[in-house]
């Protein structure tokens, strides 16, 4: 079974650039997540997706962070436009359902200069 | 809202030695979840503990669950080199399923 995959894996801009994510999930899994992890701190959740829909952005920054999942499976994160606290790693993980275990995927380390 | 506090932060121990890494939340919850990271790797799943006393271990690990304390444990048994990592609990808000992690500890077994 294929596991979760992002891309890219590494992304250095300068700040007030624009950088885009994607995330493919397990096959089958209903729930997606989007996770911020700063270096020394654990994951915090950005935003929770249930199929196509939100479940919990309360802790998104809108003004600059926005994520959609079209059609229940993809997801893309992006941030415009992007500050110096920005940096750090974006892990994507999926679910069967909520209630499931979680799966994580490798990460993009986004480095903004 | 739910509040997850993990200790110790950081750990440094001898190999061969036993410690316990304690992780307590602040609301009710039906899972809780231990993790493991390597430097620059993703999370790895260790545990999953759905019910009060619940117990689990593998190799040279154990958690347990009190839910009525609210806490975790993860308890390493004479601890080897390859288990130096950051361990993460995480638990689930009832309902929405949010997970919120904890603060993760730090271990280094030391040869």
């Known amino acids: 079974e294929a596991g979760v995959a992002q891309s ?69 994160l992006k941030i415009q436009p992007a500050k110096l606290e920005d940096s750090a790693v974006y892990l994507c993980a999926s679910s069967f359902q909520g209630r499931n275990e979680q799966y994580f995927g490798p990460g993009t380390r986004l480095t903004v200069t | 809202e739910l509040k997850v506090e993990q200790n110790p932060l950081f750990l440094s121990m001898q190999e061969g030695k036993n410690y316990t890494i304690y992780c307590n939340y602040s609301t009710t919850s039906d899972r809780l979840y231990w993790y493991r990271q390597d430097p620059g790797k993703s999370l790895e799943s260790l545990f999953v503990l759905l ?46 399923y949010k997970y919120i992690f904890g603060t993760g500890t730090r271990l280094k077994v030391l040869a």
């Open chain 1, 8 to 76: 890219p894996r590494y992304k250095i801009i300068e700040k007030r650039q624009s950088v885009a994510f994607w995330c493919n999930p397990i096959s089958g899994h209903a729930t997606l997540y989007w996770y911020q992890q700063i270096l020394g701190q654990g994951p915090k959740l950005l935003i929770q997706f249930q199929n196509n829909g939100v479940v919990d952005d309360s802790q998104l920054p809108k003004d600059r962070f926005s994520a959609e999942r079209l059609k229940g499976v993809d997801s893309t």
């Open chain 2, 51 to 96: 019910s009060n006393g619940a117990v689990k271990q593998e190799g040279r690990l154990m958690a347990s669950l009190d839910t009525k304390a609210r806490l975790s444990t993860l308890h390493i048994t004479a601890a080897v080199h390859d288990l130096s990592a950051t361990y993460f609990c995480a638990v689930a808000n009832s309902g929405t």
